[in-house]
T-cell receptor, first 115, second 120 residues
Framework: GESVGLHLPTLSVQEGDNSIINCAYSNSASDYFIWYKQESGKGPQFIIDIRSNMDKRQGQRVTVLLNKTVKHLSLQIAATQPGDSAVYFC??????????????FGPGTSLSVIP | GAVVSQHPSWVICKSGTSVKIECRSLDFQATTMFWYRQFPKQSLMLMATSNEGSKATYEQGVEKDKFLINHASLTLSTLTVTSAHPEDSSFYICSASPSGDVRYNTGELFFGEGSRLTVL
């Protein structure tokens, strides 16, 4: 199968601090990017998305930044809470060479919030 | 958001048997569904793209005869793990694309809750 990577880095933050999770993507033709949150034993949950014609998008307590020049995405979580503890995946969606969307996941980052 | 349901959520089977996992889109039609496999502490790896009414497209390295995919209707795709072995034990996750449905953003995918397969 196709994936950006196989190993899971970890990030520990103090409750109330801001978290920044980074991701590098591989396909310069990707035009849609999504951040997902996955809790143990569950499927991925949509957090926020951004299209390639934007460089920043904000949601509730979350901000996604896109740097197409270096093919880099970041997810910023403000005032991190214990409930934010999970694995976070960036994903790129490309319809290049296909007539349908194809979503490829990055390696993921395990976020642990210290109370 | 839209709801995608997987069944069963977990299954235990003996080595050599076949197991079928269902993926249903409950409130939208999905011409395309995707099957992922996830090993512990790893990312989701795309196995195949399931297209309604046609053959699935498998990713490189995924055996199509081992992982049979059927997408017979616009709301149901099934993944059958044939002659399962302990190394097939994994978390299998499907997603569905409501492509063309104006209620959703272009490119948006919805994920099921996953099916955990344990092969003894």
């Amino acid at each position: 199968g196709e994936s950006v990577g196989l190993h899971l880095p970890t990030l520990s933050v103090q409750e109330g601090d801001n978290s920044i999770i980074n991701c590098a993507y591989s396909n310069s033709a990707s035009d849609y990017f999504i951040w997902y949150k996955q809790e143990s034993g569950k499927g991925p949950q949509f957090i926020i998305d951004i299209r390639s014609n934007m460089d920043k998008r904000q949601g509730q307590r979350v901000t996604v930044l896109l740097n197409k020049t270096v093919k880099h995405l970041s997810l910023q979580i403000a005032a991190t809470q214990p409930g934010d503890s999970a694995v976070y995946f960036c994903a790129e969606n490309t319809s290049e060479k296909t007539s349908y969307d194809k979503v490829i996941f990055g390696p993921g980052t395990s976020l642990s919030v210290i109370p | 958001g839209a709801v995608v349901s997987q069944h069963p959520s977990w299954v235990i089977c003996k080595s050599g048997t076949s197991v079928k996992i269902e993926c249903r889109s409950l409130d939208f039609q999905a011409t395309t569904m995707f099957w992922y496999r996830q090993f512990p502490k790893q990312s989701l790896m795309l196995m195949a793209t399931s297209n309604e009414g046609s053959k699935a497209t498998y990713e490189q390295g995924v055996e199509k005869d081992k992982f049979l995919i059927n997408h017979a209707s616009l709301t149901l795709s099934t993944l059958t793990v044939t002659s399962a072995h302990p190394e097939d034990s994994s978390f299998y996750i499907c997603s569905a694309s409501p492509s063309g449905d104006v209620r959703y953003n272009t490119g948006e995918l919805f994920f099921g809750e996953g099916s955990r397969l344990t092969v003894l």
